[in-house]
């Protein structure tokens, strides 16, 4: 069947997708929303193609991904038809995403809205191609999560459906830190890997909440324990971290006892909202508040407050996000971090001052989630056989997607993650800072009497 010319969702007249088979049908439902000529060279399960040769090359190997794209329209249905393989990509994933961004900026598609007469037409085409029918189950990597938003136990499960994967599949992509959250680089030269990025992050945050021997600091979301076993290992002070992952926990205890730490860090299995033994004299939360949700938020913000005694200081490394999806879009929401919630930064910074805290210091390090989410891209296509045998070729899809996307996300600024310096007041409004800013970006080891 070749398809004719159509009216666009603009109202212009679309050219002929001159293409035949299922393909050429799957054209003609597609260009009204994406306009002429489409954006990618698509095949078809029966041969077919449509589309300009020169452009990146998708092949669509069932009906069934049709189907997910006609119930769930847009990121959601293509995620869902990419993790399962029903939709794939030849070649690079992100030079693929990349130019259909690029046409979607160019051509306005951002706020496109089919209307009836496109819907009707799209369902007409949908059952040529015999489309129509139930949604398909969801892949099996989406998360199901259940219960009140942000209840102790939602968040639970929440948290274990990302975080409890594998420890060995977090081990083969981080550094051997096993630091899961944004780097610090201050080098860019070859020779300049991910672990000293995280090594580097791990001991700005340390200067920044000014870390001395014998002093007791909390770690809210401590994942696998990097910040926790760094600053107790090489500041003389004493840690507990808290997480609600019983796998990021067991990891955690096995490398303190290795590195016989025992009596320096303490790992519980503790909600943030139930620590028991504060005040503390730092506390430190890197890339927790995103999970804890907009209502509760001031709750989280109280918890560091409370925790921490009057002049000691707190650091949050948090996402932020303007616009829409607060939780990060519909792929990350359902197959990432179910409940997360991000904001524009000032807006945390205000919630985080209700509760009593003052902000002293902004860092923002929007690039450095780049080139930290690309160090891990890299290791991961290297050891794709691997994380496959692991975790099975869907998940190692998502996962592939989550990191490829996730760099774009960072570099072209739809997405920030800043560190956040506050600190309780004393008494009498004291901060304990000194007059002139302190100089955090050294090295272990060099003077940092400015602190």
């Known amino acids: 069947m070749t ?3 159509t009216n666009d969702v603009h109202g212009h ?8 088979g299922a393909a050429g049908l799957i054209a003609e439902i597609l260009e009204p929303i994406t306009g002429s000529p489409l954006p990618v060279r698509l095949t078809a399960w029966d ?6 040769e020169d452009a990146p090359r998708v092949r669509i190997s ?14 959601l249905g293509a995620a869902q038809a990419y993790v399962t393989g029903e939709l794939d990509v030849e070649g690079d994933l992100g030079e693929a995403l990349d130019h259909v961004w690029n046409v979607v900026r160019e051509r306005g598609l951002s706020a496109v809205r089919p209307g009836p007469r496109l819907i009707a037409r799209l369902a007409r085409a949908a059952r040529q191609l015999d489309a129509l029918g139930l949604d398909p189950q969801p892949p099996a990597t989406q998360a199901r999560v259940r219960g009140r938003l942000h209840s102790p136990g939602r968040d ?19 550094d051997p830190n096993m630091a899961y959250s944004c780097g610090y680089w201050p080098s860019r030269e070859p020779g300049y890997t991910v672990e000293d990025a995280q090594r580097d992050k791990l001991d700005l945050v340390c200067r920044k909440v000014g870390l001395r021997p014998g002093m007791r600091m909390l770690d809210i979301g401590c994942g696998w324990g990097s910040l926790s076993i760094h600053a107790a290992a090489n500041y003389g002070v004493t840690v507990v971290g808290v997480t609600i992952s019983a796998e990021q926990k067991r990891f955690a205890d096995d490398r303190i006892a290795r590195l016989g730490l025992q009596d320096k860090v303490e790992i519980r299995l503790q909600d943030y909202r139930e620590i028991p033994d504060g005040p503390f004299d730092a506390v430190t939360s890197l890339e927790m508040g995103e999970h804890v949700g907009q209502r509760n938020y001031p709750r989280y913000a109280r918890a560091l407050h409370d925790n921490v005694r009057p002049g000691g200081r707190v650091l949050i490394q948090q996402m932020s996000r303007r ?11 359902s197959f990432i971090a179910p409940d997360m919630h991000m904001r524009p930064v000032g807006e945390t910074i205000a919630m985080l001052e209700a509760p009593g805290l003052e902000l002293r210091d902004v860092h923002a390090l929007r690039e450095h989630y780049e080139w930290t989410v690309n160090a891990w891209l890299e290791t991961f296509e290297d050891r794709w056989d691997e994380a496959v045998a692991m975790v099975g070729e869907e998940m190692a899809r998502v996962w592939r997607l989550y990191l490829v996307g996730g760099a774009r996300t960072f570099r072209d600024g739809r997405m920030g993650v800043d560190q956040l310096l506050l600190v309780r007041p004393g008494d009498r409004g ?5 007059d002139v800013r302190p100089q955090w970006s050294g090295r272990l080891g060099e003077d940092s009497s400015n602190d």
């Not at 069932?62 to 990121?75: F, I, M, N, V």
């Open 430 to 434: 004291e901060s304990g800072f000194p």
């Open 62 to 75: 069932s009906t069934d991904a049709l189907r997910r794209l006609l119930w769930h329209p847009g990121e």
């Open 156 to 174: 639970r499960q929440a948290i274990s459906h990302h975080y409890d994967l594998s420890n060995d599949f977090y081990a083969l992509i981080l």
């Open 47 to 52: 041969g077919s193609s449509a589309g300009p």
């Open 3 to 5: 398809t004719t010319a």
């Open 13 to 20: 007249e679309a050219p002929s997708a001159s293409a035949t």
């Open 323 to 333: 616009g829409k999806h607060p939780g990060g879009g519909p792929f990350i929401e």
